[in-house]
């Protein structure tokens, strides 16, 4: 079945760095966009970042734009997150996503999601 | 703040029918058809329930519609069970500006 599985979450301090991964199986990757959605403690989903299937198009939130760096390796089915400059304000549970799209020229909902890796930003 | 807007908690008797609303702007959900909700247990992942404002994911029981109307989105939820309680957000396509957009958030729970 289709599976998303993030890793790479940790505590790290302001200012640090980061990189998120997320293993996918079950469908043809390289066919897909992907998304990170993060999830502050206790609060609602906010999406962080989309690449298009061939990694023509991203897009960013406003919030990390600049700081994060999406990317993808189709011949490892893997997805890539790079954070950078981390602040207090970026700890949350951060979620790979499919979309059901692969173009990134809109979202066409999001399908899959994994069970998430948690980053916390703490001195 | 939130870019779209819903109300925190919405409630019902099992076999009642609730709405919950999903407000936002031309400039979202208003100006596109790509609007979505998710369902999320606690302590879970969320999960797809509408895509595209009224379609349905297989698998999703079809107690579960989605319509828009002007710049408000709306998920109703018939017949509800136990199960169906849970955090429900809303999403939108946005432009390539700020892509997607999601709502804070509506806490159903089935009284």
């Known amino acids: 079945q289709e599976q998303l599985v993030e890793s790479g979450g940790g505590v790290v301090q302001p200012g640090r760095s980061l990189r998120l991964s997320c293993a996918a199986s079950?469908?043809?990757?390289?066919?897909?966009?992907m998304h990170w959605v993060r999830q502050a403690p206790g609060k609602g989903l906010e999406w962080v970042a989309i690449i298009s299937f061939d990694e023509t198009h991203k897009y960013y939130a406003d919030s990390v734009k600049g700081r994060f760096t999406i990317s993808r390796d189709n011949s490892k089915n893997t997805l890539y997150l790079q954070m950078t400059s981390l602040r207090p304000e970026d700890t949350a549970v951060f979620y790979c996503?499919?979309?059901?799209?692969?173009?990134?020229?809109?979202?066409?909902?999001?399908?899959?999601w994994g069970q998430g890796t948690t980053v916390t930003v703490s001195s | 703040q939130s870019a779209l807007t819903q109300p925190p908690s919405a409630s019902g008797s099992p076999g009642q029918s609730v709405t919950i609303s999903c407000t936002g702007t031309s400039s979202d959900v208003g100006g596109y058809n790509y609007v979505s909700w998710y369902q999320q247990h606690p302590g879970k992942a969320p999960k797809l329930m509408i895509y595209?404002?009224?379609k349905r994911p297989s698998g999703v029981p079809d107690r579960f519609s989605g319509s828009k109307s002007g710049n408000t989105a709306s998920l109703t939820v018939s017949g509800l069970q136990a199960e169906d309680e849970a955090d429900y957000y809303c999403s939108s396509f946005a432009g390539s500006n700020n892509f997607v957009v999601f709502g804070g958030g509506t806490k159903l729970t089935v009284l």
């Open positions: 595209e404002v009224s």
């Open positions: 079950g469908f043809t990757f390289s066919s897909y966009a």
């Open positions: 996503v499919k979309d059901r799209g692969g173009y990134a020229y809109q979202s066409y909902g999001m399908d899959v």
